[in-house]
């Protein structure tokens, strides 16, 4: 079992930066891969960015310069630098991790931070 908590969430004028963080508990040795997702009303979930547990960073075509996505291992959280935000950045962002099991990987997500960027 893996436990996921996001904090960083919040309002930001279009042009700002918002830094979100993910801590992880539980079961993490077992975490092949952590990373964020966003929701926008009326759309679907969409891959935002995520890092492997080699280190191996994966983005969305559409985020890329303008997102970063790191780790601390010490502390188990991983993080979401967003730059230059737009309003079109307005979203629930989920934190999501891939995790290890006997019959496969699975999927754990945490309980979400709202992300506003106001025009």
């Known amino acids: 079992q893996v436990q996921l908590v996001e904090s960083g969430g919040g309002l930001v004028q279009a042009g700002g930066s918002l830094r979100l963080s993910c801590a992880a508990s539980?079961?993490?040795?077992?975490?092949?891969?952590i990373g964020w997702y966003r929701q926008a009303p009326g759309k679907q979930r969409e891959l935002v960015a995520a890092?492997?547990?080699?280190?191996?960073?994966n983005y969305a075509d559409s985020l890329k310069g303008r997102f970063t996505i790191s780790r601390d291992n010490a502390r188990n959280t991983v993080y979401l630098q967003m730059n230059s935000l737009k309003p079109d950045d307005t979203a629930v962002y989920y934190c999501?991790?891939?995790?290890?099991?006997?019959?496969?990987?699975?999927?754990?997500w945490g309980q979400g931070t709202q992300v506003t960027v106001s025009s």
């Open positions: 890092i492997s547990s080699g280190g191996s960073t």
């Open positions: 539980g079961s993490t040795f077992s975490i092949n891969a």
């Open positions: 999501h991790a891939m995790v290890a099991g006997l019959r496969g990987e699975y999927d754990y």
